[in-house]
C-alpha cells in the first residue's frame, strides 16, 4: 500500500512538472494567443527532405487513433501515410495511383464505411483498408470519363455527376450511381432544362449538390441544381426527388438569382438543409422547399465553407472574418478575425473549439465558437525559423479523445507533420 501510494505521488509531480514545462516554453502575443506551444512528436514529410509538391488532403483525415498524412520519397512520388496519432509511428504506406507523377485525390468528399476509404479524382476511383492501406477496389475507366470529385454517399452507394456531350450540342449533367466496391455505374436521373435558357456552349441544368435522405421506408435525393445563363451566370435552386417512386416532390424553387460567383458548401441536419450561394447563406426545409432563413455577408465562403456544432454554424468568410451563427434563425452571435482562402472547416470543431488553417494571415486558428474568442495563433516561423519557407499546409487533423489519451491534434507544415495536445 505504501509503495503504491507513493507510487501515485510521484506520477502526480510529473505530471505537474509537465504541465509546467508546458507552459513555460508556451509563447504568447500581445493579446493573450498563442502562438507557440510544445509539439509532442513530430514527423518528417519529405524523405529527401526537400519540399516537394504534394496535393492537399482538405478533410478531417483522422481513423480512429490514426490520422492520414501526404508523404513524398521525392519529387517524383505521392504517398498516404497513416500514423499512430500517440507516438507518430507510421502504420502504413499506399501509392497505387493510377498516374502516380501527378495524381492525388482531395478527399473534401469521400466515403468511409466498414473501416473502408473511399475516393474519386476524374476518371480513377480507389477504396482502400484503412487496417492494412491494401486496395479493396481500384479502377480507371477505359474511355477517360470523369466523374465530379464532388458527390455523396449513403451506407456504400455513392451518387454524382458527369458532364456529358450530347449529339445534339448541349452539355448536360445526368445523375449516377455506384458502388464503392465495383466499377458498375447506373444512370439515375436528369434534371429537366429548357433549351430558350443555356450557358457557354449550351451548358444546361447541373446539379451542384447531391444528397440522400432515406424517410418514411424511401429514398429521396435533394438536389442544389445551377441554371447557366449567358456569360458564367448561374442561379441556384432547390429540389426534391423521390427515387423509390421515380418522381418529382418539387423543382426549380429559386434559391439564389444568377450571379457569377454562386458557389459554396453545404450540411444536412436533420430536415433542414444549409448552404451558400456566393454571398449568401440560407436555410431550406428539404420536404416543403420552404426557405426558413438568409443572411447576405460581405464576401462568399468558397474556400473554407462552414461546420455545425451544438446548434452554432461556424463560417469563414473571404472578408477575412469568421463568423458564429444561430442555426435556427441565422442571426449572428458573433464575429471575429479570420482568414481569407482558410482550410476546410469541415469535420474539425471538437469540444467546442474550431481548428483551422488560414490562407491569409497564414496561422493555426483554433476559436472557441460559443464567443468567436482565438486561443490560438500558431506561427509557423516559430516552429521552422531556421530551415526556410516554413508555411503551414491546410492539412488538419483533429482526433477525439480515446483509450486514455487525450485529444489531439495534428497539423502539416511543408517539412512536418506536428501534433499538439488538443484544447478541452
Known amino acids: 500500500m505504501k509503495s503504491s501510494f507513493l507510487l501515485i505521488i510521484l506520477l502526480s509531480l510529473l505530471s505537474c512538472c509537465k504541465d509546467d514545462n508546458k ?22 514529410i519529405n524523405v529527401d527532405g526537400k519540399i516537394n ?28 501515410t497513416c500514423l499512430n496519432s500517440v507516438n507518430g509511428q507510421k502504420q502504413w504506406q499506399w501509392n497505387d495511383w493510377y498516374q502516380p507523377l501527378t495524381e492525388g485525390g482531395d478527399f473534401t468528399w469521400d466515403v468511409r464505411h466498414n473501416n473502408h476509404l473511399h ?18 477496389f481500384r479502377h480507371r475507366n477505359e474511355d477517360l470519363f470523369s466523374f465530379s470529385s464532388r458527390f455523396s454517399s449513403d451506407q456504400d452507394e455513392i451518387y454524382f455527376n458527369s458532364q456529358i456531350n450530347t449529339d445534339d450540342g448541349f452539355i448536360v449533367y445526368p445523375i449516377f450511381k455506384s458502388n464503392i466496391y ?21 451548358r444546361t441544368k447541373s446539379p451542384d449538390w447531391i444528397t440522400p435522405i432515406s424517410f418514411d421506408g424511401k429514398k429521396y435525393l435533394f438536389i442544389i441544381s445551377a441554371q447557366a445563363y449567358p456569360e458564367w451566370y448561374y442561379d441556384q435552386r432547390v429540389n426534391l426527388y423521390n427515387l423509390t417512386d421515380n418522381k418529382w416532390i418539387y423543382r426549380d424553387k429559386i434559391a439564389a438569382i444568377p450571379k457569377q460567383n454562386n ?55 473571404e472578408n477575412g472574418r469568421t463568423y458564429g451563427l444561430n442555426l435556427l434563425n441565422g442571426t449572428i452571435i ?9 482550410s476546410k472547416l469541415q ?23 460559443k464567443t468567436g474568442k482565438t486561443i ?3 506561427d509557423p516561423l516559430l516552429f521552422e525559423k531556421d530551415e526556410g519557407g516554413a508555411i503551414w499546409r491546410k492539412e488538419i487533423n483533429v482526433i477525439p479523445a480515446q483509450n486514455g489519451e487525450k485529444p489531439k491534434i495534428v497539423i502539416c507544415s511543408q517539412r512536418y507533420a506536428y501534433c499538439f495536445e488538443a484544447l478541452h
Open 23 to 44: 507552459k513555460e516554453n508556451t509563447i504568447l502575443n500581445n493579446r493573450g494567443e498563442i502562438t507557440f506551444l510544445p509539439y509532442l512528436w513530430k514527423y518528417q
Open 376 to 378: 490560438w495563433k500558431l
Open 119 to 136: 475516393w474519386t479524382t476524374g476518371s480513377r476511383r480507389y477504396t482502400i483498408d484503412l487496417a492494412t492501406g491494401e486496395n479493396v
Open 263 to 317: 458557389g459554396g458548401w453545404s450540411k444536412l441536419i436533420g430536415n433542414k438543409f444549409y448552404f451558400t450561394a456566393g454571398r449568401e447563406m440560407f436555410s431550406y426545409d428539404v420536404f416543403t422547399g420552404t426557405q426558413i432563413w438568409k443572411r447576405e455577408f460581405p464576401h462568399d465562403f468558397t474556400f473554407s465553407g462552414f461546420e455545425i456544432f451544438e446548434n452554432i454554424i461556424v463560417a469563414n468568410c
Open 347 to 369: 469535420n474539425r470543431i471538437m469540444n467546442g473549439i474550431a481548428y483551422f488553417v488560414g490562407g491569409g494571415p497564414i496561422y493555426v486558428y483554433a476559436k472557441d465558437i
Open 334 to 342: 458573433w464575429e471575429t478575425e479570420g482568414s481569407g482562402t482558410s
Open 182 to 202: 465495383n466499377s458498375e455505374i447506373k444512370e439515375v436521373l436528369r434534371i429537366p432544362f429548357s433549351k430558350d435558357t443555356l450557358g457557354v456552349e449550351n
Open 53 to 80: 509538391h504534394n496535393p492537399e488532403l482538405r478533410n478531417n483525415m483522422v481513423f480512429g487513433g490514426n490520422v492520414i498524412i501526404p508523404t513524398t520519397e521525392n519529387s517524383k512520388s505521392r504517398f498516404l
